[in-house]
């Protein structure tokens, strides 16, 4: 089966959208495509003396609301049809969360699995000399994204810096917390979702301290949800998982010693005291709650009859299908969609560009507390539309978004 163009499946999104809320076409028409895009070639000098020429993009989606915010990718299989999708979704990510700032999305395509530190260096500064004059603290933020990290947003930083001839840390986010990254970046993504769970529980008449939970993938996201589930709200966590299988437990796991084992033998299978079950088998378990946080397209028409769990909270993006979603719906299931759920790490990353502009920095725990307010509200406002249009939450996450976005075009008077 051909894998669904990503700008197309954003542009359908937008396009039900629009439809709901009855948008104006040439406004519709406008948003449907990104403002701007920049295609570069990028001439960086292997470890071998050889130079090879990557190719990379910078893709500003909209900035009606403010600078344009969106992180990097290195990836071998990146297209500008994937930028320009996670672009857009930016950009309703950050209006929905009402973070005054625009959507973008950069990638290179490359891998960094076979390139060396010198040559990750070389590349990661001759993308910023590509994009230079592109991006800046007012004007377009980056952030790190698959197969990025805090050093490489620590090259990208010194490489703007220099060019400019002046330090300039806000030009980019996600960096290490000894170059004036933020505290509380780390677990934000997976908090940031803990704070929407606790509100749709409460929506939903659960409560978490007697509730099961399981989660799909045991990475950034997937790990601190787990252990924050549990710490946070009380959960018992009864299954996770990674790409090479899940373990299930009645009794309740400790996450954190689950990240330890993981990470001597390189995957969460055979924990002991635990059964072996299949990822598939994860999402079907009798739980209150499931958390997809590994990948894409994981909850189909084919599944999504047999999911049990009451509340869906999307850690990862996209893992939910649209066929999926209807039937979801029509079973009552809550769903707290993906940039809703997930959107705690961008919402840090905007605290970590308020620090960097005013040269103060807060502690974590005065971040959490932004955190959860930012959260708490855009889950309300997502409800209360849902309710309002009779809609589900992932159309209803799409109509305060666009909303949003619209009405600061007209107020701009662009349309
Ligand atoms: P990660 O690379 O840290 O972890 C991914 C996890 O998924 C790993 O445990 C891996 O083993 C597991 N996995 C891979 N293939 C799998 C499979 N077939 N079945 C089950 N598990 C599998 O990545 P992450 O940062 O945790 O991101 C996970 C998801 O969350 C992605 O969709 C990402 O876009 C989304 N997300 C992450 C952030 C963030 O700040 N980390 C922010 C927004 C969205």
Redesign the pocket.
Known sequence: MAKANPFEVAQKQLDQCAKIIKLDSDVHAILRVPMRELHISLPVRMDDGSVKIFQGFRVQYNDTRGPTKG?IRFHPDETIDTVRALAAWMTWKCALLDLPLGGAKGGVICNPKEMSQTELERLSRAYIQGIYNFIGPDRDIPA???YTNPQVMAWMMDEYSKIAGKNQFGVITGKPLRLWGSAG?DD???RGGIYTLREAARECGIDLKKATAAV?????????AAYLAKRLLGCKIVAV??????IFTKEGLEPEAVRKY?AKTG??INFPNTKAIS?ED?LQLEVDVLI?????N?ITERNAPNIRAKIVAE?????TTPEADDILYKNGVHVIP?FLC?????TVSYFEMVQNLYMYYWEEKEINERLDKKMSIAYHSVLSASQKYNINMRQAAYVVAVERVVDAMKLRGWV
């Open positions: 992180g790190p994204d698959v970046r934000a993504t997976a799909q993938g045991y990475g950034n996201a997937g790990y601190y998982s990674d790409s090479k299988g899940g993981k995957s969460v990822n994860l997809p946080a590994a990948l894409e994981v850690l990862a993006n996209g893992p993906d997930n959107a705690g790490g961008v």
